[in-house]
């Protein structure tokens, strides 16, 4: 199975929007709605940010975002802050009942 | 509160084979319809899934790492666990255990704090 593509960082300003995105294919993004979100600090567990596409955990900030289109996926993240730098992956259920990541993308707040 | 630990050897060398445990604590391994999975971090890279398991159900592995995977569970001791066999430098990595589903709402809800497992002669 191929890993889900994600760019490999994006930038922003504090006070800015970002959006990351995650593409896949047919066996996978496409055609589940299972498309969740991870935020990585520096030598931290990954924190589930976004599931189902578009659901948030309880007690996450609003800032937050998830959207799906075709086999693309999105994490926005609005109203930037300095403590939001970190790396984010997608992931998602696939045909072969497997689950994938995307190869994560480094989010810098200049 | 689910917490997950992960525990076993942090030191191998080539061609051995990797054995690690997670506890679960906080609730039941055989309730509700959850997965629970492995997953690794290379060294400055990305999340890579190995497989998981469902308390009764078989195991379901990563294609590229079926060969060499297994994952079994034991609701005796809240644990599951995970072998990789004839390993090599190339799987060096920090290794999660994470509690996956339920079935209709499939994500990783719940991490083990993840165990450093460094192969070296």
């Known amino acids: 199975q191929s890993a889900l593509t994600q760019p490999a960082s994006v930038s922003g300003s504090p006070g800015q929007s970002i959006t990351i995105s995650c593409t896949g294919s047919s066996t996978d993004v496409g055609l589940y709605n299972y498309v969740s979100w991870y935020q990585q600090h520096p030598g931290k567990a990954p924190k589930l940010m976004i599931y189902d596409v578009s659901k948030r955990p309880s007690g996450l900030s609003n800032r937050f975002s998830g959207s799906k289109s075709g086999n693309t996926a999105s994490l926005t993240i609005s109203g930037l802050q300095t403590e939001d730098e970190a790396h984010y992956y997608c992931?998602?259920?696939?045909?072969?009942?497997?689950?994938?990541f995307g190869g994560g993308t480094k989010l810098t707040v200049l | 509160q689910v917490q997950l630990q992960e525990s076993g050897p942090g030191l191998l060398e080539p061609s051995q084979t990797l054995s690690l445990t997670c506890t679960v604590s906080g609730g039941s391994i055989s309730s509700g319809n959850y997965y629970w999975s492995w997953i690794r971090q290379h060294p400055e890279k990305g999340l890579e899934w190995i497989g998981y398991?469902?308390?009764?159900?078989?195991?379901y592995y990563n294609p590229s790492l079926q060969s060499r995977v297994s994952i079994s569970v034991d609701t005796s001791k809240n644990q599951f666990s995970l072998k990789v066999s004839s390993v090599t430098a190339a799987d060096t990595a920090v290794y999660y255990c994470?509690?996956?589903?339920?079935?209709?709402?499939?994500?990783?809800?719940?991490w083990g704090q993840g165990i450093l497992v460094t192969v070296t002669s």
């Open positions: 398991i469902y308390y009764s159900g078989s195991p």
């Open positions: 994470a509690r996956d589903g339920p079935w209709g709402s499939l994500h990783f809800d719940y």
């Open positions: 992931s998602s259920y696939t045909t072969a009942s497997t689950r994938v």
